[in-house]
């Protein structure tokens, strides 16, 4: 057996002496898949720069520190509808509340009751929702942070829509980080392990918004992994928002299957982190599957933000477009790795994959690497990417009719990402997140309007 890093091994006798603890607080789907899981991390551990998926973050070096871990549940003292205040006007969202990795029940949530038979809540109240489709998608041998959650989640969020549901609200989930008094183990880190499992049936149709946000000042570290099943003819639009701090760490590890004549609007928005990996698996299972995949991100100081992706078509006759856009300031590290994989059979595919960045300082640093694999001969399939700075000529335009340096910077910048943003569906959702993105290149957004999480 090989010897791991002392990165790996902290969590291998932290699994070995608390196998029971964790167990005992989990359902049992969960607990099926934790001794394959802990195998498979055992035996690979994490993910090494030298892996092609992973060569722009040190993962081992991330892991490295120890973090405390609430494996006994206790309740962190936290009352989010008070701290809470963000509200996207008209969105009219039915609103929901995960503090670390815990379903928040209230009976103060007054968002209207939803159509007989949608679940969102907690795996452990659903257990016979949850054992047909658990750790599907998320393969613990393929992956070592996959392995790693599934080895230590003892809950999650569960977000199930039944055949021909159409939710006119969209659903949207508040992640919210909250350290509790005195940290179980380590010093002042917290490590959350976050499971999502999202179930559209067919002809199913839903909008769903995560946002993430940090509550406490202290050293966070979120594993993440959501598993999204999409029926035929159905239809799912997802949102994940990051707004955190510069001492979070989020892993976040997204599968999604599509079946026949489905369609999928997968957008993902960094607007305030400090160590961000996120690597989406989809794949088009079914003949007509569509999926839109967009990035935006805007980063400064140290940020570091990758983004992975790679696009399985399967079956023929299905599309994907894929747009990611970076903004990197001062000495902040963005990465784009994307890979469309179009097996044999899967004739008459339709693929656009583009990543365009700016790097506005010499310090910053962009990589990117698109990638075609095809072994099909009647396919439309294109990629490229760009990197570069803002361009001299219309900041001398725009100079020359008496706007500033730094106004105009702003201006070309919101300008550049917005193309990313006017993509989105939810119209409510897409006015705020130009009002914010214009915040954020002013300096001015430090938390989401309104919001007390952070003082």
């Known amino acids: 057996m090989n010897i791991k890093m002392n990165s790996e091994q902290q969590y291998i006798e932290l699994y070995e002496q608390c196998r029971d603890m ?5 359902p049992a789907p969960m607990n099926d898949l934790r001794e394959q899981a802990f195998a498979d991390f055992r035996r690979q551990g994490f993910p090494s720069r030298k892996e092609e998926r992973y060569k722009y973050t040190d993962l081992q070096r991330l892991f490295e520190p120890n973090y405390g871990i609430n494996l006994n549940r206790l309740q962190i003292p936290a009352d989010p509808y008070q701290a809470f205040r963000c509200d996207v006007p008209n969105l009219s969202t039915s609103l929901y509340f995960v503090v670390n990795d815990m379903f928040f029940h209230d009976e103060r949530n007054v968002s209207p009751r939803l159509p007989e038979g949608v679940v969102v809540g907690s795996m452990q109240e659903h257990v016979s929702l949850l054992a047909p489709y658990y750790g599907r998608l998320a393969q613990t041998a393929d992956d070592g942070v996959t392995a790693l959650n599934t080895m230590l989640a003892q809950d999650g969020l569960l977000v199930y829509v039944p055949r021909g549901v159409v939710l006119d609200r969209a659903l949207q989930v508040i992640n919210i980080l909250k350290a509790p008094a005195r940290l179980p183990q380590g ?22 918004l995560f946002c993430d946000h940090a509550a406490d000042d202290c050293r966070f570290l979120t594993t993440q992994i959501i598993e999204v099943f999409v029926g035929c003819n159905a239809s799912l639009d997802l949102y994940c928002l990051e707004e955190t701090h510069n001492k979070n760490i989020r892993v976040s590890n997204v599968y999604i299957d599509q079946q026949a004549d489905s369609r999928v609007n997968h957008n993902v928005i960094t607007l305030h982190n400090g160590v961000t990996r996120n690597k989406l698996d989809l794949t088009l299972s079914g003949e007509g599957a569509e999926c839109a995949c967009n990035g935006c991100v805007v980063a400064d100081k140290r940020q570091h933000v990758d983004n992975n992706t790679l696009i399985t078509h399967r079956v023929p006759h299905c599309t994907s477009r894929e747009l990611y856009k970076y903004v990197l300031d001062d000495h902040a590290v963005g990465a ?16 656009q994959m583009t990543n365009q960045n700016l790097t506005s300082t010499d310090d910053a640093r962009m990589y990117t690497q698109p990638m075609l694999e095809i072994y099909a001969d009647d396919v439309k399939c ?20 008496g706007i500033s340096l730094h106004e105009a910077r702003i201006l070309l910048q ?36 309104g919001c007390r999480l952070c003082h």
Do not use: W
């Open 22 to 26: 964790i167990c005992h607080h989990a």
């Open 187 to 208: 010093d002042d880190a917290l490590m959350v392990n976050r499971r999502v499992l999202i179930v559209m049936e067919d002809g199913a149709e839903a909008k769903l």
């Open 382 to 401: 294109a990629h490229g990417s760009t990197v570069g700075q803002l361009n001299d000529a219309a900041l001398f335009y725009m100079r020359q009719r």
């Open 336 to 351: 784009f790795a994307g890979r469309v994989l179009v097996e044999h059979g899967a004739q008459q595919t339709v693929s």
């Open 414 to 449: 919101e300008a550049f990402v917005n193309e990313v943003i006017d993509t989105m569906q939810l119209s409510p959702l897409r006015d705020r997140l130009h009002y914010l993105v214009e915040k954020r290149f002013r300096g001015e957004l430090n938390k989401c309007e």
